[in-house]
């Protein structure tokens, strides 16, 4: 009898599932000043990040196809066990996030979460505003994509949006020009028409992950110097420590060693010299090949 229960327990243990890392995606670079955030707040678990180079920008891209691509990707994270997906890319969470969450997560994956950087963002948005008057500074596909005013409007309905498509701004960053005379004067053309919308603006959300590295140049053009920047890695990181103590069906799925891992569907060596920009640190990362071929540098 003893013989027969450690078997059944030896097979219980076997096919019992291990946790595993949680996903960061990216369209490109700047879903690393999300994910450096995120590891600031809970520094224990395991991430891995996926910035999907090849096919980047993602901001002037249709829905469908920032939905596939996105959709793709997030199939990887799920091929590697990851249980926990964070989509660190305001496009792809503007785009795809919620047709993944309602039409393909109950068909391939009903176990698994996919979450974005949006609803944590608009959830606590208003509380930093005294004028209620919001301006939304992003990619053209975040901004024409209306998400952040509908989004808005269901937690704050008595708040005005006023939005602002910078297509510049995430060149300059990845050029290594955001600190330049160039970065320059688009910053200052952008605000300009941005604040002529309104002059009553007190609160500024710099909704794309690059953007955070304009921050002290957007701080020296502001019209009104009371105007409070938000930038969204802060604001996910704590969203994100939140939704796992509220949900520990998922966090125990989560493997918690403090292992980082890194991939990019373009080159690597390119790859890691742009993520000392946002990251802050050097990353070694990997080739990933989509359709099944991986590669190291």
């Not at 196809?65 to 792809?92: K, M, R």
């Not at 989004?151 to 510049?168: G, H, L, N, S, T």
């Not at 990997?286 to 590669?295: I, T, V």
Request: aromatic fraction near 12%; proline fraction near 5%.
């Amino acid at each position: 009898m003893e013989n027969v229960r450690f078997i059944s327990l030896a097979f219980l243990f076997l096919f019992m599932p291990t946790a595993q890392p949680i996903g960061v995606f990216d369209s490109g670079y700047g879903g690393l000043t999300v994910l450096k955030e995120i590891i600031n707040t809970i520094p224990q678990y395991d991430y891995i990040y996926l910035g999907d180079n090849a096919r980047a920008p993602y901001g002037n891209r249709s829905f469908d196809t920032v939905y596939h691509y996105t959709l793709e990707c997030v199939q990887w994270f799920f091929d590697q066990g990851c249980p926990l997906v964070i989509l660190a890319c305001n496009t792809a969470s503007a785009k795809a996030l919620r047709t993944i969450q309602q039409n393909d997560l109950p068909r391939i994956a009903p176990d698994k979460r996919v979450l974005g950087v949006l609803r944590p963002t608009t959830e606590i948005i208003g509380t930093f505003t005294r004028t209620r008057q919001i301006g939304i500074v992003g990619t053209s596909g975040t901004v024409t994509s209306l998400s952040y005013p509908i989004e808005i409007a269901k937690f704050f309905p008595e708040i005005k949006v006023f939005q602002e498509a910078c297509p510049m701004w995430v060149p300059l960053v990845e050029n290594n020009e955001y600190d330049s005379q160039g970065a320059d004067y688009f910053i200052q053309k952008h605000l300009k028409q941005l604040f002529d919308q309104s002059k009553d603006i007190d609160t500024l959300l710099l909704a794309c992950t690059h953007y955070p590295l304009l921050k002290d140049k957007i701080q020296q053009f502001l019209p009104n110097k009371g105007v409070r920047l938000l930038s969204q890695g802060e604001i996910v990181a704590k969203s994100l420590k939140e939704y796992l103590q509220r949900h520990p069906e998922i966090d125990n799925k989560c493997s918690k060693k403090g292992h980082r891992s890194f991939y990019t569907t373009d080159s690597a060596d390119d790859f890691d010299n742009h993520a000392r920009i946002f990251f802050g640190q050097m990353v070694h990362s990997m080739h990933l090949d989509l359709e099944g071929k991986r590669a190291g540098k």
